[in-house]
């Protein structure tokens, strides 16, 4: 592999060739498609989408090393990522748990974000305790026939296909009887039903299984040995975001320390407001402790010192950083930070609302906060129950 | 050092963590405490880890020290706060040392800096003048004297500065209280006529003293850095000396929070261990993110010195003012789980969280370095 500072130059020149630039403005929603489009073809070329994923799953055959420089290279840009449930979650599940003919099934298509897939986790009385989930599938010759109810699916409307948790065997414990199964969203036998979120917004599903069908190969890992597998997933899905920093994601382009300084105003170059000082430096400095912390962690077990599972503990504390975040930044807009639609707000103010809204949720999916305080005391602390 | 200890610093924590164990258990702090000592701390035991080459873990090898980092420094002291060890590095390595390191003319520092390696001689920083800190609040006075200085004023919360031999003492030779510009540091012998120490015993068991300066008289050579400009010294002594603080501080939370995670797993109520009530459960695994998270400012904080970085002053607020929230959450914490007997003198949790509080007042509270840290990014 090319040493670092040579892989690095030959990012930059690439970035150059082939990034459009209407599209360095970082992850927004509004964002051109057409550029977008050449940029995804661009990166799935190189397997850049999923730079770390061996070459012949469509990946890019990258260590650690050149795969930080080269997130480091597109941050620094400012040019969109690609990330999906199929690229952070499904994909280095399969790759743990996928047999050769599953992994070369599936894993392409996710590297060159072709295929659009959702989690089919969560039931109406299967939330924190997943386990209790009732949806059933019952194997007819070499397909499973799948009954029951999916809930909070996000992008179900736009998925092409479901890794879904299913009931195999109803007579053993709870855990015993799970299967992950894999099945596409369009036939007859699945519908979606939006639902409207707190913000505004549809991003997440009812889907309802009426004779679904799923072919008995697309099992991952053993029959009714779902659960592991689906618990490895979740440490995928609670990795994501907890090793990020904030940031005020989504379409802002201002800093939080940028509002508060216009909002609030300096005096003698200090915030006017004492109090609004105090919790903006206070955020300022837990979004760099907890990077700082996932950084830790990740040298620690590289280093094969004491590896503490962190992942809890980065989501939990992850969540309550974006969203005391949004909570400074709605404090210190005051009512200008509580407009829904129309005229008398610009348009960053009514992003605003709408971001402190949606953030509400990450303290929820994912395992809520109170579930991960749960695993800190029992897996990490090791607590008796 | 990186956000994690090295091969070498592993082995040293080990040395230090046995060391610590076999020769200051907490009790040996506690009957310090209890019997009054004349010194505070011990002066064999303060030699021991002279020749163990920890006291002079920071300084230059030409005055006997071993040139390492706050990544080994820290180690030590993290061990020192497992076990309470009153011994004076923060008052003779991470302040007094600290300031004849950064500001002392070359003479000065041959003369002073190889009996501080040794553990023959111990050093204080005479700074605060009222019970919160504010580091330009100076209002003892030099007068110029002849070839010197005549010194006026009242120094309090002199860490050792009842056993010290000499005392660095700010003093303001231009400008008013709270300026920045204007502070001038002296090294004044402890034995000078003019200078009183007067102890003063802390709710953690260690020394202070309240200094009185009355005309004490001082040479002109015996200036650390620039008069008028001692800041300039004074804002990276106490940036160090904070950052190695709070690396002590790190290993009482261990400790503190360990024995809390322990009593939690063993005491019994309502016929089942305290530990299985949620409520206790999730208050212990606040506790641990908030050490976790110590640890990675205090790393942080510890290699931004010793890799030369330009936001050591970023990192040393940043530490110290989470390091202040944490030693009240996991001082509190540890004595409200630990019930009644948490509360009595002889169960040794109240002496960590007692240490805790006092560290947490030491060289500025979590407001303090919140506003430090709003200071140095502008806003
Ligand atoms: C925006 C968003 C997107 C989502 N996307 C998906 C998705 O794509 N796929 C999917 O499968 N799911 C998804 N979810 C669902 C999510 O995983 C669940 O909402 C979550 O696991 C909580 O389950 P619940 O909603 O049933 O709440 P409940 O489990 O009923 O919890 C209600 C409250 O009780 C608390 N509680 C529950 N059990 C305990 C306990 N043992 N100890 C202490 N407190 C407890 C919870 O913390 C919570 O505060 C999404 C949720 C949101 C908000």
Redesign the pocket.
């Known amino acids: 592999m090319a040493s670092i500072e040579a892989f690095k130059l030959e990012v930059r020149s690439w970035i150059e060739e082939v990034l459009p630039a209407d599209l360095r403005v970082g992850n927004r929603k509004d964002l051109p498609k057409e550029s977008l489009g050449n940029w995804i073809q661009a990166l799935a070329k190189r397997g850049w989408i999923t730079p770390d994923w061996p070459t012949e799953y469509g990946g890019g055959g990258l260590d650690r090393k050149h795969t930080a420089a080269l997130r480091a290279e597109i941050k620094a840009v400012r040019a969109p990522t690609v990330s999906s ?1 199929g690229t952070s979650m499904l994909g280095p599940t399969l790759l743990e748990f996928g047999t050769e003919e599953q992994k070369l099934e599936f894993l392409p298509p996710i590297s060159r974000h072709e295929v659009k897939w ?13 386990a209790s989930l009732q949806t059933r599938a019952v194997l007819e010759g070499d397909e499973y026939v799948i009954n029951g109810q ?7 409307d736009k998925a092409d296909w479901i890794f879904c ?1 299913v009931r195999t065997d109803p007579k053993a414990s709870k855990h015993d009887g799970i299967s992950f199964i894999l099945f596409p969203m369009h036939q007859p036998g699945v519908e979606v039903s939006p639902l409207k ?1 707190i913000d505004g917004s549809a ?2 599903s009812q889907v309802f299984f009426d004779g679904a069908r799923a072919k008995a190969k697309d099992v991952i890992g053993p029959v009714n040995g779902g659960w592991t597998v689906a618990k490895r997933l979740l440490q995928h899905e609670r990795s994501t975001d907890g090793g990020s920093e904030g940031g005020l994601s989504g379409a802002q382009k201002e800093t939080l320390v940028d509002i508060v300084k216009r909002e609030v105003g300096l005096q003698d170059g200090m915030l006017a407001d004492p109090a609004i000082r105090q919790r903006l430096a206070a955020q300022e400095l837990e979004a760099k402790a907890l990077s700082l912390t996932m950084r830790r962690a990740g040298e620690e077990a590289r280093a094969g010192q004491t590896a503490r599972d962190i992942g809890s503990l980065g989501k939990y504390r992850w969540a309550n950083m974006i969203k005391s975040e949004q909570d400074i930044a709605m404090t210190a807009l005051g009512t200008q930070g509580l407009g829904w639609d129309g005229p008398g707000f610009e348009d960053t103010q009514l992003e605003r609302t709408r971001a402190w809204l ?1 953030t ?3 303290s ?8 991960q ?2 695993v800190i005391a029992k897996r990490v602390l090791k607590i008796p129950e | 050092m990186g956000l994690i200890l090295s091969e070498d610093q592993l082995i040293l924590r080990d040395m230090a963590k046995s060391f610590c164990d076999e020769k200051s258990p907490v009790e040996r702090m506690r009957t310090l405490r209890d019997t009054r000592d004349a010194v505070g701390f011990s002066r064999e035991l303060w030699k021991e880890m002279g020749e163990l080459g920890w006291i002079g873990i920071l300084f230059p090898e030409a005055v006997g020290g071993a040139e390492m980092g706050y990544g080994e420094l820290g180690v030590v002291l993290a061990e020192c706060g497992r076990v309470l060890a009153p011994e004076p590095f923060i008052s003779t390595v991470l302040l007094g040392g600290n300031a004849v390191l950064l500001g002392g003319s070359e003479p000065l520092r041959k003369d002073l800096l190889p009996g501080v390696c040794s553990g023959d001689r111990i050093l204080a920083l005479a700074f605060q003048e009222r019970g919160r800190f504010a580091p330009y609040a100076v209002e003892t006075a030099a007068t110029r004297d002849g070839s010197g200085y005549r010194i006026r004023g009242e120094k309090q919360f002199v860490l050792d500065g009842h056993v010290a031999d000499q005392i660095v003492t700010v003093a303001r030779t231009a400008g008013s209280a709270g300026d920045r510009d204007g502070l001038t540091l002296f090294v004044i012998d402890a034995d000078a006529p003019g200078v009183s120490a007067l102890r003063t015993e802390m709710v953690d068991g260690r020394n202070a003293a309240r200094i009185t300066f009355d005309n004490a008289v001082v040479d002109a050579a015996r200036v650390l850095g620039e008069v008028d400009g001692g800041a300039d010294i004074l804002d990276p002594v106490f940036d160090r000396a904070t950052i190695g603080l709070c690396s002590e501080m790190l290993g009482s939370f261990e400790e503190a929070f360990e024995r809390t995670l322990e009593y939690l797993k063993t005491r019994e109520q309502f016929g089942v261990k305290i530990g299985t009530f ?1 409520g206790l459960r ?1 208050r212990a695994a606040q506790m641990f993110g908030e050490l976790e998270f110590a640890r990675s400012v205090v790393y942080d904080a510890q290699s931004s010195i010793d890799d030369g970085r330009e936001d050591v002053a970023e990192c040393a607020s940043g530490a110290k003012a989470r390091c202040s929230d944490v030693a009240n959450l996991i001082g509190g914490e540890a004595v409200q789980m630990h019930g009644g007997i948490g509360m009595t003198d002889e169960e040794e949790i109240g002496l960590f969280f007692k240490r805790l509080k006092a560290a947490e007042f030491t060289l500025g509270d979590a407001i303090y370095h919140r506003n430090r840290y709003a200071s140095l990014r502008g806003y």
Not at chain 1, 150 to 156: Q, R, S, V
Not at chain 1, 364 to 371: A, H, P, Q
């Open positions: 449930f959702c989690q089919g986790y969560s039931e109406p009385g299967a939330g924190s305790d997943l999916k809930i909070w699916t996000t992008g179900a948790l979120l991003d997440f949606t509400r949720a990450d929820i999916w994912g395992g809520t906060n109170e579930v305080l749960n | 949620q999730h």
